[in-house]
């Protein structure tokens, strides 16, 4: 089983900046991909970033330009620097990993519970 704990969540103006972290622990043999996803009421959980491996990355259209997803040597924890955040930014986010970790026999996705970012003056 793999754990991923958000954190850096909160209330930010529009315009403003705000970091995003998620450690994965457990026993964790090899992470193919880690990244975000969020989802705004009424709306469908989509896509913010995400960073394979071999350190490419894709982002929505909607965050291009404006947050930047980066991760630590060990690969375990991940980042979400987001900047020039808008209203529209509001959203519920998640950390998502596709990992093998001990007790599979293969890759699995993992969620993390979400962390709330609110974008209001």
């Known amino acids: 089983q793999v754990q991923l704990v958000e954190s850096g969540g909160g209330l930010v103006q529009p315009g403003g900046s705000l970091r995003l972290s998620c450690a994965a622990s457990?026993?964790?043999?090899?992470?193919?991909?880690m990244g975000w996803y969020r989802q705004a009421p009424g709306k469908q959980r989509e896509l913010v970033a995400i960073?394979?491996?071999?350190?490419?990355?894709d982002y929505g259209e909607s965050v291009k330009g404006r947050f930047t997803i980066s991760r630590d040597g060990g690969k375990k924890t991940v980042y979400l620097q987001m900047s020039d955040l808008k209203s529209e930014d509001t959203a519920t986010y998640y950390c998502?990993?596709?990992?093998?970790?001990?007790?599979?026999?293969?890759?699995?996705?993992?969620w993390g519970q979400g962390t709330q970012v609110t974008v209001s003056s």
């Open positions: 960073i394979r491996s071999g350190g490419s990355t």
């Open positions: 998502h990993s596709e990992a093998w970790a001990r007790g599979s026999t293969s890759y699995m996705e993992y």
């Open positions: 457990g026993t964790i043999f090899d992470i193919n991909a």
